[in-house]
């Protein structure tokens, strides 16, 4: 598990957080809520300024390639519209660090901006439990919202294994994608991968072990270009958009400056995150950064097993001759283990296999599901 204090925290603008964080995690960034900011621009400017320049700030908030290039498209756009002695606008250009992308993009954060993710979460909470509920009632609607949520997580968890994503392009690296990253993550690195080729790279220069690539669309864009670095000793690259190093996930200006070559081979390990695998929830989450690159022959030979073993179950869970079958092979493999376990001065670890023996027996108490998730994690 990551261990120390988070990287970020997003809250709105409320001075007594500011300062209980800055006191209590002066190492952590404080990063304003981005909805909360922009939904007050149509009551912090007059309709007509609004309808009219709105979305010049919303373009430069998002799109500025650099904090250099934000601050001149800003004071622009002030000059422009006329807003120069808006005490909001100037208050909210003062603490641009806490909130402009080019500013805090540089620190993980999985692609958050928002509170919102913590207001849905309140929001599916509530389609279960009100005020009105007893103390008792409220911990059965809640336990009976957590199963749910964690049902849905199952049913994704199963589509990881046995299903295979549709595929968009004949490159190697998105075929490589798909056998790491889960459905959800696989189509996101896809689409950047699918936009990449919209693009073009042009080799600016070279300095040293460090060669410089403008990245940019092809047309129907009015977008700045892009910078990026390729650091040849450590066979990586770096974009001046940071997609990789606030979100995690490579982006299309990088894809872009792949050579041919590179989009015909497996991606690098660099640019893979643990926690957007399949295994992720098998395998220990490290490092604070989000920085957790993986070990990619782990993660296939687990996703081979799990693949090989939810086959079988399948079958299992049709027929109680091959149930009888896959018990009998559990509880003999797990004796081996056990026995290589001592063995080797570990300790010994038996999960039960109670769940498995309920199956046919007592089957209304157990869900499809359960069993699958439970039995798979012998592989």
């Avoid at 009888?324 to 080797?344: P, V």
């Amino acid at each position: 598990m990551p261990i120390g204090p988070p990287k970020m925290i997003i809250t709105d603008q409320d001075p007594t957080m500011s300062k209980a964080i800055t006191e209590i995690l002066p190492n952590t960034l404080h990063r304003f809520c981005m909805w909360h900011i922009l939904s007050k621009f149509s009551e912090k400017l007059d309709a007509v300024k609004w309808k009219e320049h709105y979305q010049h700030f919303h373009s430069y908030i998002w799109n500025s390639a650099s904090r250099e290039e934000f601050d001149v498209q800003w004071a622009e756009v002030i000059e422009s519209s006329g807003l120069n002695t808006n005490e909001w606008l100037k208050a909210l250009y003062d603490i641009r660090s806490k909130w402009i992308p080019a500013y805090v993009n540089d620190t993980f954060s999985t692609g958050m901006s928002s509170s919102q993710r913590a207001e849905s979460c309140h929001a599916f909470f509530k389609s279960y439990v009100s005020k009105k509920n007893t103390l008792t009632d409220f911990v059965v609607r809640f336990s009976r919202a957590l199963k749910r949520q964690r049902h849905q997580e199952l049913c994704l968890d199963h589509k990881d294994i046995n299903e295979q994503p549709v595929m968009k392009t004949m490159f190697g690296v998105e075929k490589s994608l798909a056998e790491l990253f889960t459905h959800t993550m696989f189509y996101k690195v896809q689409e950047e991968l699918f936009q990449s080729m919209a693009y073009m790279a042009t080799f600016e220069h070279e300095s040293g072990n460090l060669k410089l690539y403008n990245v940019q669309r092809v047309e129907g864009s009015q977008n700045s270009a892009r910078k990026v670095i390729e650091d040849k000793p450590l066979n990586c690259m770096t974009c001046s958009y940071r997609k990789f190093e606030s979100y995690g996930i490579i982006c299309r200006h990088i894809f872009s400056a792949f050579r041919k070559l590179l989009l015909h081979q497996p991606l690098p390990d660099i640019y893979v995150l643990r926690r957007w695998t399949k295994v992720a929830k098998s395998l220990t989450v490290g490092g604070v950064d989000g920085q957790d690159n993986c070990d990619r022959k782990v993660i296939l030979n687990h996703n081979t097993f799990r693949r090989q073993a939810s086959n079988i179950l399948e079958a299992a869970l049709i027929n109680k001759d091959i149930y009888n079958l896959t018990f009998e092979s559990f509880e003999s493999l797990q004796c081996k283990i056990n026995s290589m376990t001592l063995n080797d001065g570990g300790q010994l670890s038996t999960p039960s296999l109670s769940l498995s023996k309920l199956i046919y027996n007592e089957p209304e108490k157990v869900g499809r599901s359960s069993f699958m998730t439970y039995a798979v994690q012998f592989f």
